[in-house]
């Protein structure tokens, strides 16, 4: 079953511009991780946050969770072409032994 | 890629056949994880392991077994491949942190296709 639910399923930008992406959870947490996977690779890890965090930053990358509403948000300031792939949110519940659940993904381009 | 490999990368197969995917390691982690990706679902867990030897059952683990018998590799068996099965699979790895195992990493997937 799935945990997380990223919205919206695609999104396409223009370079320059920021690009949010948000998760939607079920159950209470430990963290929550965001990954990118580009076309025909494996999923390379971003960014954790804790369930006691409620912002966090990397980069390009702000990361916000609300564990009151189960949720958080991606956002990518001033987007690049090579930002373009799929960008998916991953929880570990607690109880859950440190198994991730991840969800679908949202589909993100960036048009140069 | 975190020194993962996954063998073959590409595979066609026949309904009724067994097949094996392999993930190796080269970063001693403790935990291993196999999930298959397909489109409309996301990853789904199959099977994870906790040590060599210990292994444990994920979401979608019917119609697959695994074997791990040394730290650095970890085995995924189909007994019977069924059309069902044609996926992408992806290993992962993660070492153990005080409160368990945490960022993951990836292997580059295995495509599998199943007449």
């Known amino acids: 079953s799935q945990q997380g639910e990223e919205d919206p399923q695609a999104l396409s930008i223009q370079e320059g511009e920021n690009a949010t992406m948000n998760c939607s959870y079920k159950?209470?947490?430990?963290?929550l991780q965001w990954y990118r996977q580009n076309s025909g690779r494996g999923l390379v890890h971003l960014i954790l946050?804790?369930?006691?965090?409620r912002e966090k930053h990397s980069g390009r990358l702000r990361v916000t969770l609300d564990t009151s509403k189960k949720s958080s948000s991606l956002l990518i300031t001033a987007s690049r072409a090579a930002d373009t792939a799929s960008y998916f949110c991953a929880t570990d519940a607690r109880g859950s032994q440190g198994n991730l659940i991840f969800g679908k993904g949202t589909k993100l381009s960036v048009k140069p | 890629d975190a020194g993962i490999t996954q063998s073959p990368r590409h595979k066609v197969t026949e309904t009724g056949t067994p097949v094996t995917l392999r993930c190796h390691q080269t970063e001693n982690h403790r935990y291993m994880y196999w999930y298959r990706q397909d489109p409309g679902h996301g990853l789904r867990l199959i099977h994870y392991s906790y040590g060599v030897k210990d292994t444990d059952k994920g979401e979608v683990s019917d119609g697959y077994s695994v074997s791990r018998s040394k730290t650095e590799d970890f085995l995924l068996t189909l007994e019977s491949a069924t059309s069902s099965q044609t996926s992408v699979y992806f290993c992962?790895?993660?070492?153990?942190?005080?409160?368990?195992?945490?960022?993951?990493?990836f292997g580059p997937g295995t495509r599998l296709l199943v007449l």
């Open positions: 159950t209470s947490i430990n963290n």
């Open positions: 946050i804790r369930s006691n965090e």
């Open positions: 992962a790895i993660s070492g153990s942190r005080a409160g368990g195992p945490e960022t993951q990493y």
